[in-house]
C-alpha cells in the first residue's frame, strides 16, 4: 500500500511538473539529424514495475522485460524524458477499452517502435523508429487494448509483422 501510494504521489508530481502535455516516449537523436536534438529543462522519468513478455516472430522468441501503464497518470508520461533504455526493455500500455489508439512522441528523446496489440496478444500494426520530440499523431488505424514501445529499430530486427503473438499475463 505504501509503495502504490508513493508511486502515485510521484506520478502526480511529475504530472503537474510535466503539464498536461503527456508524450509517450524514449531517449535519443533522430535519425538522419546531424545537431543533437533539444533537451528538456526538467527531466522527470517513472520507472514502474516490470514485468515478463514475449514476442514469437518467425525469427523466433523474443523475451523482454516491461513496465505496464495501466492508469491514466502513468500513460500519459510513458517513456517521456528517458535518456536510454535497455535493449531488452520496454513499456506496455493497457487501456480500458478496445479502441483506435493514437500516441505522440512529445518529451520523447530516443526513436520508438510501437506495436500496437490486439485483446488476444496479436500484433495489429507496428509503427518503427518513431521520430522523438514529435508532435505527428501514431495511429494503430485498427481498434487494439495495448501498445508495447520498444527501442526503434527492434521490430525491424526481430522481425515482428501483424499477426504475430505477444505472450503476456494481459493475453491468457
Known sequence: MIQKVSKLIAVATATILVGAGGALA????ARGNSQPLPRPTQVLTQKLDSESLSI????GKFDFSVEIADEPQERQIGLMNREKMDPRSGMLFQFERR???????????IPLDMIFITQDGKVA???ERTTPHSLD????KVPVRY??????????FIGIKPGDDI???FFK
Open 137 to 140: 499523431v501514431i495511429s494503430s
Open 26 to 29: 524514449d531517449p535519443g537523436h
Open 125 to 127: 500494426t507496428v509503427a
Open 56 to 59: 514469437v516472430t518467425g525469427r
Open 167 to 169: 505472450e503476456h499475463r
Open 147 to 156: 501498445v508495447l514501445e520498444l527501442n526503434g529499430g527492434m521490430a525491424a
Open 99 to 109: 479502441d483506435v489508439v493514437t500516441m505522440w512522441m512529445k518529451n520523447t528523446l
